[in-house]
């Protein structure tokens, strides 16, 4: 065990070197980590904690969400009712239900069955696994029938709601360059995102927080004379974008509206009169859609909507086959450019409200980051001082390959791009214990060995054969620990959980390889007689 081939030596010598490499920009100046960012070589990415930025808390808004489907839902009753041409009447909203009421006794089985076609059922629990469940309750009262959202149905409605929008959001910080952002989700209905080094968050949080949700209607024959009219059925007024007091009533069926989940592309662009505006362009199924819509009613106007308000309200000149347009509305430069931001990772599927928004300045964070590294100093020298005192020689071994190992630990966090957090400090603290951790079973499996009346060259082996043993079973199952706290773990836990794991990884390569390396080549030159302990 104390022989090493020529091959493994300089596997281990390189292994050494490229952690040097790869830890090095961390005490280099910016400039000179720019130019190393060049060949992909990277300091450790600070966390919020460590660098300052934005902490957003952003919330499903379920009274926004529950009034859009009871709307979407009243239009569906009133559509299905049409098609099967049953005769109803006092189709009514209110602020917890959708009522209708059919015209004749005889039609009520035929209703029952039209409508409950409209429940709208969903998944619920981990993966489905719940079972499925009815957004909407129906009951009957003779020839009235009334839709209550369902308290489970909405649950599930939120968190399929805040599944979809997880993704949406990490897609919209991404195009604007963010560094490192963490996205997660926090209980039912909430999203956190944190933005270290954001310092002005006013930007980030008009796109993540913006719906962008786009639809092309056709404008209603009667428009209002002032605002505040009621609009007559199957229209729905909607504000001006440039001017809010002014109303527009558009069409709300289906065969009057296109939407814009079918985009597949949105830019920032100039028209020929050098106005900032947003080019757009559907996919098949979404040009066939707004090709039908426009070439079936040349001649009449419809409106632009972005999250429920007139951008722009053009006449349809000639069919648009092409499947790309342009949305123009006085915007300026940066405006076109948040906009297709948004319109390229799709329309959040329910509006998102900002609970809480906090900034950690950045003097804060080196606040931290010295606290930080005093603690990681004293715990350093003191580690260092106790292994000395108590092996001596092997002591000193156990220093280089300790080094060594938090090297390594820098190094692979910095290559892999994690983020280091307070808790993640914390956690190599937690390595340094267990680097030194791995000599001591070590070492003093050898000297029991030494004391026992083997050689000093047989005590050495014996004693890292017997120990590597333990090593390996005591690492695996905090491994195992870490990842669990990886995998249910959120926020701080995880950044703990991160270096926790690095730190295991690296002190298995430091215990099998690079102080057994150090030790045999010591041996090789030496060739003892006693063992120094």
Not at 89 to 101: A, K, P, W
Not at 310 to 323: A, F, Q, T
Not at 348 to 373: H, N, Q, Y
Not at 519 to 528: D, E, I, L, Y
Request: hydrophobic share 45%; net charge neutral.
């Amino acid at each position: 065990m104390l022989h090493y081939p020529r091959w493994k030596i300089i596997a281990i010598l390189a292994a050494v070197a490229l952690a040097a490499l790869l830890a090095l920009p961390n005490i280099l100046s910016p400039e000179w980590q720019a130019r190393l960012r060049a060949w992909n070589i990277n300091p450790i990415t600070l966390g919020l904690d460590l660098q300052g930025g934005s902490n957003v808390l952003l919330e499903v808004d379920r009274a926004d969400l529950v009034d859009k489907l009871k709307r979407q839902l009243a239009s569906d009753v009133r559509n299905s009712m049409r098609d099967a041409k049953i005769a109803y009447n006092g189709l009514t909203r209110s602020s917890d239900s959708v009522r209708v009421r059919v015209s004749k006794p005889e039609d009520e089985d035929n209703a029952k069955t039209e409508l409950q076609k409209l429940l709208n059922p969903l998944e619920s629990g981990v993966f489905g696994a719940g079972g499925p469940v009815n957004l909407f309750d129906l009951t009957q009262d003779g020839q009235q029938f009334t839709f209550t959202v369902s308290p489970k149905g909405l649950d599930a409605k939120i968190a399929l709601a805040v599944a979809q929008s997880l993704k949406i959001v990490e897609n919209r910080v991404n195009a604007l360059g963010t560094s490192e952002p963490i996205i997660q989700q926090q209980g039912k209905d909430r999203i956190v995102v944190q933005l270290p080094g954001v310092q002005n968050p006013d930007q980030v949080k008009s796109v993540i927080g913006r719906t962008a949700k786009l639809t092309f209607q056709l404008l209603c024959e009667a428009q209002p004379t002032a605002k505040g009219q009621n609009p007559p059925p199957d229209c729905q007024a909607v504000p001006m974008r440039d001017d809010p007091n002014q109303d527009l009533w558009v069409q709300t069926s289906t065969r009057a509206t296109t939407d814009g989940a079918d985009l597949v592309d949105a830019r920032s662009a100039f028209d020929q009169n050098n106005r900032a505006v947003v080019s757009f362009r559907f996919n098949t199924k979404g040009a066939d859609r707004f090709a039908k819509l426009t070439r079936d009613n040349v001649g009449k106007p419809f409106a632009i909507i972005l999250d429920e308000k007139v951008v722009s309200y053009p006449r349809i000149n000639e069919p648009i086959l092409g499947g790309s347009g342009q949305i123009s509305g006085n915007f300026t430069v940066q405006e076109t450019n948040d906009l297709a931001v948004v319109l390229r990772s799709g329309a959040l599927p329910a509006k998102l409200t900002i609970v809480e928004e906090r900034t950690v300045g950045p003097s804060l964070g080196s606040d931290s980051i010295r606290a930080g590294l005093i603690a990681s100093a004293i715990g350093l020298v003191l580690v260092l001082i106790f292994m000395i005192v108590g092996y001596g020689l092997f002591g000193i071994f156990a220093n280089i390959a300790l080094l060594v190992n938090l090297l390594t630990l820098i190094a692979l966090m910095s290559f892999f791009g994690f983020t280091l957090t307070l808790p993640g400090i914390a956690g190599i603290v937690l390595t340094m214990g267990m680097a030194v951790d791995s000599n001591v079973l070590i070492y003093e499996r050898v000297r029991e060995e030494w004391r026992n009346g083997r050689s000093a060259l047989s005590a050495i082996e014996t004693g890292f054969k017997a120990a590597l043993g333990t090593i390996w079973d005591a690492n695996l199952t905090t491994l195992v620990a870490a990842l669990a706290l990886f995998g249910v773990g959120s926020g701080p836990i995880r950044g703990f959980a991160v270096t926790l794991f690095i730190g295991i990884i690296t002190t298995m390569f430091t215990a099998f390889a690079l102080t057994q390396l150090i030790v045999a080549t010591w041996v090789k030159w030496k060739r003892p007689k006693e063992v120094p302990l």
